[in-house]
DNA sequence: GCAAGTTGGATCAAAATCTACCAAAAGATT
DNA sequence: AATCTTTTGGTAGATTTTGATCCAACTTGC
């Protein structure tokens, strides 16, 4: 094996274990000590690997129990976490409530403590949010998780929800127009369908960047949707055309700090 | 150990738990109470982690993703890890495969790696393990959370799997004796029944903390049970009798490294 | 206020690890 | 084939880390 070989296999399996003593490591590479302590100090001049006594750690441990979103989700946070405090806003305590996957949903969850006790929804994060809670019951829908999004989708999802009602439904979508609104994924269109079905209440997320957009299917027209929030970005023509349309449409002021 | 993966393990711990003593973590680290005592002085001087009389405590509340279990699933890692490779053995590469909630499940769970790429299970840790894989396509059963295991219970779990079928279901429990299996949850119960008729294979693993212990609830003979895996604290005595009863008991050795 | 028990800080010997060096092995070059 | 360079594995001394112990400070119960 090539130095350059058994330092590659070291850096892979130190983002793997994070951490792994001298001899865990020529263990693995088929090495000896010296050898290992030599690449190690070599490869600490990268940025991915440091050496600590004993061993080694990679810097850039590989989380897998994190979402996507949850990395990704950082630029629009404020306008997000304000949406989710209107939207939590409209929610009366002790009211039963689904909850729609994706990030800007999320962020309405983490408004929500402790008001609502009953909860259902496909989402993973959502579901994990509220997992180690005991004052919650949390309804996760079956079906098949989405990868890298932690969304269930398909036919046992669009089934939980065709059989269960709730008082009010949180969803989001990725674009909005006069027509009505859209979404990107075809398996989690017909999941909200159910959803919108299955709740007196139907309430829309979607920050101002959906605003005007069309995305790749139509989700639903504004005859079930009874309430819009959105942030103070969105484009004024529109949310006016909105209301004209008899829709109550709430634009969330932003940069409010989140309560205690 | 080196030094700063104990801190990273102290650091962690204290997320999960809050406070902990000196001499909890010692125990957890393995290391002397000196030891963590200089450790936690220095994790001190970052912004995360506060020394208090007798012990410590984290000062970045716990994130609620995290799952008890994991938390004190920390002293039998190596029996359990043993079990988990003994049983990930056992599954032929592309069968689809139905996982128990519980801790010994999970370390299945992560001893699979790409050998399955279907899996139906009832636990949020294991669908969160494989969350972020696109290789893997994770039917996560739907139900009620199960406050602080991370486990979907309720009928609609108990549906999901008596509507889907397995090459091969691992299970858990909390005891066995010659007369069955035995479990602390009835929720669990009545979905592990409908897990193991739905599944052509069915291998239980229990550690050897389990053997001749009864549990609350009874959960079968051994009619239905296909191999048992333990590792090698089990006592020989009970291991004999049911291999005697025409089971195949798999004793997973000891202390073998995690494969790379 | 006092005694008993616990905890924190400092110190020290033992153990483990690191650095530096050296000789052997492997590979490249002439 | 012979020689030179590079890499490897091992060894000795220096350094770091560890676990135990002692004593002061603190808490607790009376």
Chains 1, 2 share one sequence.
Do not use: W
């Amino acid at each position: 094996m090539s130095p350059e070989e058994r330092q590659a296999k070291i850096e892979a399996y130190l983002q793997k274990v994070e951490f792994a003593s001298l001899e865990e490591l020529a263990h693995h590479v088929g090495a000896s000590i010296s050898t290992v302590r030599r690449d190690v100090a070599g490869l600490e001049g990268g940025k991915r690997v440091r050496r600590t006594h004993g061993g080694a750690r990679s810097l850039q441990p590989a989380k897998s129990d994190e979402f996507v979103f949850n990395v990704r989700d950082t630029h629009q946070v404020a306008e997000k976490d304000a949406i989710g405090q209107a939207c939590a806003a409209l929610i009366e305590p002790g009211q039963n409530v689904i909850i729609d996957s994706g990030t800007t949903c999320f962020h309405v969850a983490q408004q929500l403590g402790d008001k609502v006790a009953q909860i259902i929804t496909n989402s993973l994060p959502v579901a994990n949010h509220f997992s180690g809670s005991t004052r919650h019951e949390v309804h996760l829908s079956g079906g098949v998780i989405y990868p890298r999004l932690g969304t269930l989708v398909g036919p046992h999802a669009v089934e939980t929800f065709a059989r269960m009602h709730a008082d009010v439904a949180v969803l989001s979508g990725s674009g909005i127009s006069t027509e009505g609104i859209y979404n990107s994924h075809a398996l989690i269109v017909e999941i909200q369908r159910a959803m919108m079905r299955g709740a007196a209440k139907v309430i829309f997320c979607l920050d101002h960047g959906k605003f005007g957009r069309r995305s790749t299917f139509f989700l639903c027209d504004f005859t079930g949707v009874d309430v819009i929030v959105t942030d103070a970005g969105a484009p004024p023509e529109l949310v006016a055309e909105l209301r004209g349309k008899g829709l109550e449409v709430i634009v969330a002021p932003p940069a409010a700090r989140a309560p205690g």
